[in-house]
């Protein structure tokens, strides 16, 4: 198992300009979420989706948009990147993600928007 | 909303020194997680605590949730250099989501 995986790792986008970060999971999790991570403030939540088609907004939604068409793949779409969204997002997978799921992150995509 | 703190938010200790954080919520948690990322990588699960005055250890790792479920801390015995990392606590808020503390980053002096 490939476990989760991030495409890109890295990218820069210019202030405005639109971009989808992938996310797969080969886990058949039904529990997928986004996080970005700041200096000195620890992980917060973007979105999750507890399966395919049924997605909620987290702690920090605005400027970001979700679907989840099939279990495997959740992608973060980012509508007009701002300077503010120059972050680490990590996506993770859990079985059902309520308590007692452990969750499993993937590597990582670092966003500098310009 | 819910906010789930750490301190400390740095630790520099001597290889050999032992290490502590302390996890503390603003509301009353149903289970707290604990995870460790390396520099540079992504956050990995270490254990997770459910009930009250729970106590967990892994080798030199003890933890413990508090007896009023909003609090909890990690303690490392013997600190070596492969503890170096961020150690985050997080709070499940609901049925759903998980709340992250601030994290706390720890370095091991050898």
């Known amino acids: 198992n490939a476990g989760v995986t991030q495409t890109p790792k890295f990218q820069v986008l210019k202030t405005g300009q639109s971009m989808t970060l992938q996310c797969a999971q080969d886990?058949?999790?039904?529990?997928m979420s986004w996080y970005r991570q700041d200096p000195g403030m620890g992980l917060r939540l973007i979105h999750y989706s507890v399966g395919a088609g049924i997605t909620d907004q987290g702690e920090v939604p605005n400027g970001y948009n979700v679907s989840r068409s099939t279990t495997e793949d959740f992608p973060l779409r980012l509508l007009s990147a701002a300077p503010s969204q120059t972050s680490v997002y990590f996506c993770?997978?859990?079985?059902?993600?309520?308590?007692?799921?452990?969750?499993?992150f993937g590597p990582g995509t670092r966003l500098t928007v310009l | 909303g819910q906010q789930v703190m750490q301190i400390p938010q740095y630790q520099h200790v001597q290889e050999g020194e032992d290490f502590t954080t302390y996890c503390n919520s603003s509301t009353t948690l149903s289970n707290i997680q604990w995870y460790k990322q390396r520099p540079g990588g992504h956050p990995v699960f270490l254990i997770q605590?459910?009930?009250?005055?729970e106590v967990k250890k892994q080798k030199r790792l003890t933890f413990q949730f508090g007896e009023a479920k909003k609090n909890s801390s990690l303690h490392i015995t013997a600190t070596q250099t492969t503890d170096v990392g961020t150690y985050f606590c997080a709070g499940l808020s609901g049925t759903y989501k998980y709340i992250f503390g601030t994290g706390t980053r720890l370095k091991v002096l050898a």
């Open positions: 605590l459910v009930k009250s005055g």
């Open positions: 993770a997978s859990s079985p059902r993600g309520r308590g007692g799921d452990t969750q499993y």
């Open positions: 886990m058949n999790h039904e529990y």
